[in-house]
């Protein structure tokens, strides 16, 4: 449709793939086939990669809308949520999104450093995150040994004395916001006994009958599993209802995480239909070492000129036109908020590319001539950065896969920005 049209993608980090290469599980190759789609894309001679350029730092959105005629942001929410009670400072209490980046080798968080010496974890949240966290802490490590797992991870893991795992979330079964795939793993995960208490699933049973077919299918496994009796594995996880954190405790002397006080909630229906969670004045406390809260993400205001709202926690935006900044669009989370899965920010990238192209057709874009990266690339190069190619990112990633060959796995990452430039730049 538009031969001559070149889109270049400005990464702050020297690597791409974003939440493909650090927010997919290591165990969830499937997943990371999408990669080979965004390389022939990137291999494209209209399409650009400029990795190592932060937005907001390197250059600015004003930058970016005189060079180009349009601009995506497509960002995300990398920045974790904070429940803002007592003891969120302990040591060993973490959120799930630095667990993960550690776990899959982001340069950002590969200081996090669990202490896995302890017996018993608590998950806060019952997303999908915190199902892949949980998975990680409880399988065998025959199984993610030959997974691109960051080595320090896969090393600290091999010495873990996690054996128990106790997922809370504040509402109920009905209200859980993982999917069958991430429950059923967890099911089969060998060597682990799933513990559900079959009274919380009496409402389920109730309404099994008028659940659209997917959620009548999730909620089915559940109420299956609740009915199976443990078998004395030496690993085991629970679910847990109705919980909502107060505070976690210390452990006397240390600063470490000994517990999470919880409130016992009950569900109540607001006026608008929706099931909110409410205190009892009942609590209760569940000793624990490591806490890990999987309670969502918000994005980041890299640059002052994007708006945002904090609130609703995205750009305000009509099917990905940024209100009030003509020729600026966004995409994914940053568009919608933190929510939903691959496929959802998937189809909402289509609509938000499907608008450029209109805007195109119409008119309303600017037709004028415009430096693209050559713009850009001297005023990187003025202020004393230089950006990674793709060609660079393949440098990176054969030794990754060299490296990872040598230890019998699909890949090693490397860990730092220092590490990557070093090679993107040999």
Not at 297 to 310: F, I, L, Q
Not at 355 to 366: F, I, R, T
Request: with cysteine; aromatic share 6%.
């Amino acid at each position: 449709m538009y031969p001559n049209a070149v889109v270049d993608i400005y990464e702050s980090l020297p690597v791409p793939f974003g939440l493909v290469r650090f927010g997919v599980a290591p165990d969830h190759p499937e997943v990371k086939n999408v990669v080979h789609t965004f390389t022939n894309i990137a291999k494209s001679s209209r399409c650009n990669l400029y990795g190592n350029v932060r937005l907001g730092a390197d250059v600015t959105l004003a930058d970016l809308r005189k060079a180009y005629h349009a601009v995506v942001l497509t960002y995300g929410a990398d920045q974790e949520k904070s429940l803002g009670i007592p003891g969120e400072d302990l040591l060993n209490v973490f959120s799930a999104r630095k667990f993960v980046g550690w776990y899959n080798g982001h340069p950002a968080d590969v200081g996090v450093c669990p202490d896995l010496s302890g017996g018993t974890a608590v998950i806060i949240g019952h997303g999908n995150v915190a199902l892949d966290v949980a998975r990680i802490l409880l399988s065998p490590l025959e199984s993610l040994q030959e997974t691109d797992i960051a080595e320090p991870a896969l090393q600290a893991l091999r010495k873990s004395s996690v054996q128990k795992v106790i997922v809370v979330g504040r509402r109920g079964p009905l209200e859980v916001a993982f999917t069958i795939k991430e429950l059923r793993e967890m099911t089969k995960i060998p060597g682990v006994d799933s513990i559900f208490r079959p009274e919380d699933f009496d409402v389920v049973r109730e309404r099994l009958a008028e659940l659209p077919r997917p959620r009548k299918r999730l909620m089915e496994l559940m109420v299956q599993t609740s009915e199976r009796k443990p078998s004395g594995q030496p690993r085991s996880w629970e679910l847990r209802f109705l919980r909502g954190p107060l505070r976690f405790l210390a452990e006397p002397g240390t600063g470490r995480v000994a517990g999470v006080e919880l409130s016992v909630n009950r569900l109540e229906k607001t006026e608008s239909g929706a099931t909110k969670a409410v205190p009892t004045g009942e609590t209760e406390t569940v000793p624990c070492h490591m806490v890990l809260k999987s309670i969502g993400y918000t994005s980041e205001v890299v640059d002052p000129a994007v708006p945002y709202d904090n609130r609703r926690g995205f750009v305000p935006n009509t099917q990905g036109r940024v209100e009030a900044l003509p020729g600026v669009y966004c995409s994914g989370w940053l568009k919608t908020g933190p929510v939903g899965v691959l496929v959802a920010t998937m189809n909402s990238s289509f609509e938000t590319g499907q608008a450029v192209v209109k805007d195109a057709e119409s008119g309303a874009l600017p037709s004028d001539e415009r430096e693209g990266s050559a713009a850009i690339l001297k005023l990187l190069e003025s202020r004393g950065v230089r950006p990674v190619t793709f060609d660079e990112w393949l440098k990176i990633e054969a030794w990754e896969k060299a490296e990872g060959e040598r230890k019998g796995k699909p890949s090693e990452k490397l860990l730092s920005i220092k590490e990557m430039l070093k090679v993107a730049f040999s």
